[in-house]
């Protein structure tokens, strides 16, 4: 089974960045991609940015495209999301997510096999 635990978080404020970061604690089988989604109150779950594992081919979110980095670290079987230029908007649960089959769509939820617990990303002005 896989486990994906969430660091970072926390209170910024606009302007500033946040570097968050997911571990998969254990892998059974090949991880096909991973990604980040966020989660506002009263807000649907809206995809965030992803990337596959071998090829580390990136997607972003148009509203993420250009502040947005997500990078990964095979060795350490590691995803993060660098955020800069953090604005009130971004704050949100910020969910990390892996799936191990393949997939057309790197944005759509419901894609995914395993989840993070989520971090709560809070954006001051």
């Known amino acids: 089974q896989v486990q994906l635990v969430q660091s970072g978080g926390g209170l910024v404020q606009a302007g500033g960045s946040l570097r968050l970061s997911c571990a998969a604690s254990?892998?059974?089988?090949?991880?096909?991609?991973m990604g980040w989604f966020r989660q506002a109150p009263g807000k649907e779950r809206e995809f965030v940015a992803a990337?596959?594992?071998?090829?580390?081919?990136?997607y972003y979110a148009d509203s993420m495209k250009g502040r947005f980095t997500i990078s990964r670290d095979n060795a350490k079987n590691t995803v993060y999301l660098q955020m800069n230029v953090l604005k009130p908007e971004a704050t949100a649960v910020y969910y990390c997510?892996?799936?191990?089959?393949?997939?057309?769509?790197?944005?759509?939820?419901?894609?995914?096999?395993?989840w993070g617990q989520g971090t709560q990303v809070t954006v001051s002005s």
């Open positions: 997510a892996a799936r191990s089959v393949y997939s057309l769509s790197y944005y759509n939820p419901n894609e995914y096999n395993y």
């Open positions: 254990r892998r059974t089988f090949s991880t096909n991609a």
């Open positions: 990337i596959s594992w071998s090829g580390g081919s990136t």
